[in-house]
């Protein structure tokens, strides 16, 4: 195999067959140039997108001379932004590409023991901290969530016995107090096989507060959305009753006009049948009126509607 200048010295690492010569010289020169803070964002770009392309990558990663390292200082690099919250989209797509090359160590059962006992996932922790819903901090919690999940589908003894030794359980609790509806699903999905092993937990005083605390934040959040929902239907019917008692006046100003009119017309009749002694006439007069008092008897029925639903209207 020829060599790149500056390609990072990895030992014991298998060359996959697959890859023709030029890819893996690419590998190798974003591995390397993950060193250099000028070259880094670029690699971590390239690298991500390769991942699955690339089997060993995590042997690779994990045997080459300061690339770890260079991921963890991507990591603790974004420490300030997290409190107070100024984490930008750019800096949160950027630690992201660095997770998502730490997620292929953890996965891989070459270099997962080596990523345990160098305690790596506890650089991961203080971003499920955050509650912080804004699309970069989201992005971040569930890239991070990605790592522990990859460990934990290993399903190996050591994997949980190290995550129940760190205080991963109250972090999931936290998310599921506080964090968006894509992140407590990606926590239920993720750690539904710690359950096996909570039988053998130590309870701390911390899980416990953690456990209360989550607990009585559910209560709330059930009771607020009872509340909302509540107040959400007598909105409702609310905004239902007012168009109805609008719609109700409308048509009592529509009926009130029309028998003022017509009996104007029946007036006017009557005077012309007077003068004329047209009989014809006084019939017409005689029918309008009898309208009249039907429009009359329609107006009263609305008026009693009316009631009806102004007092519904003051019991809402």
């Known amino acids: 195999m020829n060599t790149l200048v500056g390609q990072p010295r990895i030992m014991n690492v298998p060359q996959h067959s697959t890859l023709s010569q030029?890819?893996?010289?690419?590998?190798?020169?974003?591995i390397s140039e993950l060193a250099r803070p000028d070259t880094r964002e670029n690699a971590l770009l390239e690298l991500s997108k390769k991942r699955e392309a690339v089997p060993e990558l995590a042997p690779m990663l994990w045997n080459?001379?300061?690339?770890?390292?260079?991921?963890?200082?991507?990591?603790i690099n974004i420490y300030p932004a997290i409190n107070p919250p100024t984490l930008t989209a750019h800096q949160s797509n950027r630690v992201c590409n660095a997770l998502a090359l730490l997620q292929c160590v953890a996965s891989h059962p070459e270099t997962?023991?080596?990523?345990?006992?160098?305690?790596?996932?506890?650089?991961?922790?203080?971003?499920?901290?955050?509650?912080?819903?804004?699309r970069p901090f989201e992005y971040l919690r569930l890239t991070s969530l990605g790592v522990i999940g990859?460990?934990?589908?290993?399903?190996?003894?050591?994997?949980?016995?190290?995550?129940?030794?760190?205080?991963?359980?109250?972090?999931?609790?936290?998310?599921?107090?506080?964090?968006?509806e894509l992140s407590k699903t990606r926590v239920n999905h993720e750690f539904i096989k710690l359950s096996g092993a909570i039988y053998d937990l130590k309870i701390t005083k911390e899980?416990?507060?953690?456990?209360?605390?989550?607990?009585?934040?559910?209560?709330?959040?059930?009771?607020?959305?009872r509340s909302?929902?509540?107040t959400e239907t007598k909105q409702l019917k609310r905004k239902a009753l007012e168009e109805e008692i609008d719609f109700l006046k409308q048509k009592k100003m529509f009926l009130q006009t029309d028998m003022?009119?017509?009996?104007?017309?029946?007036?006017?009749?009557?005077?012309?049948?007077?003068?004329?002694?047209d009989i014809y006439l006084f019939i017409q007069s005689h029918e309008?009126?009898?309208?009249?008092?039907?429009?009359?008897?329609?107006?009263?029925?609305?008026?009693?509607?009316?009631?009806?639903?102004?007092?519904?209207?003051?019991?809402?």
């Open 64 to 75: 080459s001379f300061g690339t770890i390292t260079a991921l963890l200082q991507e990591i």
């Open 150 to 180: 990859a460990l934990v589908k290993t399903d190996e003894q050591e994997v949980i016995n190290f995550l129940l030794s760190t205080e991963i359980i109250p972090l999931c609790l936290r998310i599921m107090e506080a964090g968006s």
């Open 260 to 277: 003022h009119q017509t009996n104007e017309k029946a007036n006017d009749l009557a005077n012309e049948a007077e003068k004329s002694k």
């Open 112 to 134: 997962r023991s080596a990523f345990l006992a160098a305690n790596t996932p506890l650089y991961l922790y203080p971003f499920l901290h955050t509650v912080s819903k804004t």
């Open 228 to 230: 909302k929902e509540k």
């Open 22 to 30: 030029s890819d893996q010289e690419k590998v190798y020169l974003w």
């Open 207 to 225: 899980m416990r507060t953690a456990a209360t605390s989550a607990r009585a934040k559910y209560i709330q959040y059930l009771e607020s959305e």
């Open 288 to 316: 309008l009126r009898k309208t009249i008092s039907e429009k009359e008897i329609k107006i009263n029925t609305l008026d009693v509607k009316l009631n009806e639903k102004s007092l519904e209207l003051k019991d809402i």
